[in-house]
């Protein structure tokens, strides 16, 4: 069965996320003894639903914890996901991690989704329509403006049915306005991990919901982390408990791997197509500072970065300017602590060290544009120009500004596409018109700036 997009939710703590899923689709997401003797949800879940339309298929749902503790797990999951259920409890209506969680998901990139009003049996009609205008207040300006506002209760099979006929609408809408990201394309395969385990008569099982590319039965992977790699071999792929042959992007998938032990794969770690994707410790990036912030975020600024799976502290070195007002959006370059294996394009988020009244730790996030090829200074006009580039659609000055980045070595033309964050088909089509212009020059299976190549040259003869 065709899985058409991923389903995650987002909420307060104990305003019943769990309870939604589990009514939706008959699976109790909370796996840990400590989750079911506590009565929260501590790491992620995930269960399946049908889709009623006439496509058949099903959503993968990505059940996320609400604890202000757990926003690391919460970001994890919400990474990947093509669509948001934002869960407010009736009774107690919009809270902080309300708003971090519809904050994160933005910073994410979701852009489609509905709010689930829960407990509705739990308050009377007039209070009920209090908190509707509740929800409404706080998704203006959001994705989630104007989005439905469907009140529900536990137990009650035509809240189930109006709930599980919305997803079906949601993801068909998604679909036919192009929201959701092709299951398969041109990039390397990356899983973000975020669990890894030993069961008994297969070995090593990892889990994690697919950013890009694909991968078959028999194919060779690598466990990327930033201290290198480690081969391995998909012995095995399951999708909502049911063995497939492969596996394309956007889906929560099971990987049993040969040829590593469980304990070699911890959570933020990658498997990716072997010798695709490397660690990095700087990011140039595009940055968002979130509106809320109290005041602006300054240069040399030190957070915590997310970035699928992974967690790592991380410098913010702003490009162009000194500070980043509330709510605006410039260029950076991410000095990080530790390497970490980053996808250009992938989103990510920044949480602070202390949490904004109401608003918890969240500072901002943004768009990974390449993995740095060098340490760049404030002022750098250059620095400034290759993010514009890479942040745009135009191929021709995405890939001639990596180029001239790169200075007199040039850059392997074998390198370029994977390096970029556009579409490598765009960026084979440019390469050929940049060096017929004179722009580009290319030479033993490298692409030169021409004014570089042309220095050197000159050297050469002098």
């Known amino acids: 069965m065709e899985t058409r997009a991923v389903i995650g939710t987002a909420g307060h ?84 991690q309300t708003r971090e969680h519809l904050d994160i998901c933005r910073l994410l990139g979701v852009r489609r989704g509905a709010v689930v009003l829960t407990k509705r049996d739990l308050v009377e009609p007039g209070f009920l329509e209090l908190a509707q205008d509740d929800v409404r207040e706080a998704v203006a300006g959001t994705f989630l403006e104007g989005a439905p506002i469907v009140p529900f209760a536990a137990g009650a099979p035509e809240d189930r049915a109006r709930v599980a006929a919305l997803v079906t609408e949601l993801v068909g809408d998604a679909e036919d306005r192009g929201l959701l990201a092709a299951r398969s394309g041109d990039r390397p395969f990356k899983l973000s991990v975020d669990r890894a385990f030993s069961m008994r008569g297969f070995g090593t099982v990892v889990t994690g919901t697919t950013g890009a590319g694909e991968i078959a039965v028999g194919d060779a992977v690598a466990v990327c982390s930033g201290a290198g790699e480690i081969a391995a071999r998909v012995r095995g792929i ?38 695709a994707l490397r660690a990095t410790s700087m990011i140039d990036a595009t940055l968002t500072a979130l509106g809320t912030l109290p005041e602006p975020l300054r240069d040399g600024a030190r957070a915590l970065l997310h970035v699928g799976t992974a967690q790592v502290e991380a410098t913010v070195a702003l490009l162009g300017a000194a500070a980043l007002a509330p709510g605006a959006t410039g260029w950076a370059q991410l000095r990080l602590a530790e390497p970490r ?64 980045m790169a200075g007199e070595g040039g850059v392997a033309t074998s390198a370029l596409a994977p390096a970029l964050p556009l579409d490598g088909a765009a960026i084979a089509v440019a390469v050929p018109g940049l060096v017929a212009d004179r722009e580009l020059a290319e030479g033993g299976g490298r692409l030169y700036e021409a004014a570089a190549l042309g220095r050197v040259e000159e050297r050469a003869v002098a």
Request: charged residues 25%.
């Open 238 to 275: 399951e999708l909502h408990g049911e063995a497939v042959a492969r596996v394309g992007r956007g889906a929560r998938a099971a990987l049993n791997l040969a040829g590593i032990d469980h304990g070699e794969v911890h959570r933020g770690d990658v498997i990716a197509t072997p010798g």
């Open 341 to 404: 294996v980053v996808l250009p394009g992938e989103r990510f988020v920044l949480r602070g060290f202390d949490a904004l009244p109401g608003h918890g730790k969240t500072i901002g996030g943004g768009r990974a544009l390449a993995a740095s090829q060098r340490r760049h200074k404030r002022q750098s006009a250059e620095a400034v120009a290759l993010c514009a580039a890479l942040d745009g659609e135009d191929a021709r000055a995405a890939a001639r500004a990596w180029v001239a």
């Open 13 to 96: 703590v104990d305003h019943g996320k769990t309870t939604l899923v589990r009514e939706l689709t008959g699976i109790d997401t909370d796996r840990l003894d400590a989750e079911k003797a506590r009565g929260i949800s501590i790491e992620l879940g995930f269960a399946w639903l049908p889709l009623g339309d006439a496509r058949g298929g099903r959503a993968a749902i990505v059940d996320v914890p609400g604890h202000e503790r757990f926003v690391r797990q919460m970001i994890a999951g919400a990474a990947g996901v093509d669509l948001v259920l934002l869960v407010v409890a009736a009774d107690e209506g919009v809270m902080p």
